[in-house]
């Protein structure tokens, strides 16, 4: 019992002095306004905060969730291939794959992937 409160006294000691040498040598002394301000991608942390939203980060958003979903969709689909029937899965998959593949046409011919600076 005293050998494991003492291995526990010495590594408590050992840990403050890791955090205070830490502390003591770090560099960062000066403190900026701007690194302390919550970051959001596309926002200027010391302008307004009612300014005007752009659309593409809207637009590149709702199309992330969709192929995030849709990877959520495809893996079971893969796992199910030796369980279920073998037309019907191919089927069900190249209608999915088709109607992903119309998508990614429908948002190209929008002209919503180019990222206009």
Known sequence: MIVLSLT??????ILTLLMMISIIISKKKIFDRE?????????????LTRMPFSIHFFIITIIFLIFDVEISIILPM????????KMFWYT???????????????EWSLNLMNWKI
């Open 8 to 13: 526990f006294l010495i590594i408590l000691m």
């Open 92 to 106: 069900s998959s190249i209608i999915f794959l088709l109607i992903l593949i119309m998508g990614i046409f429908y």
């Open 78 to 85: 893969i796992l199910s291939f030796k369980i279920n029937n």
């Open 35 to 47: 690194k302390f301000s919550p970051f959001e991608c596309g926002f200027d942390p010391k302008s």
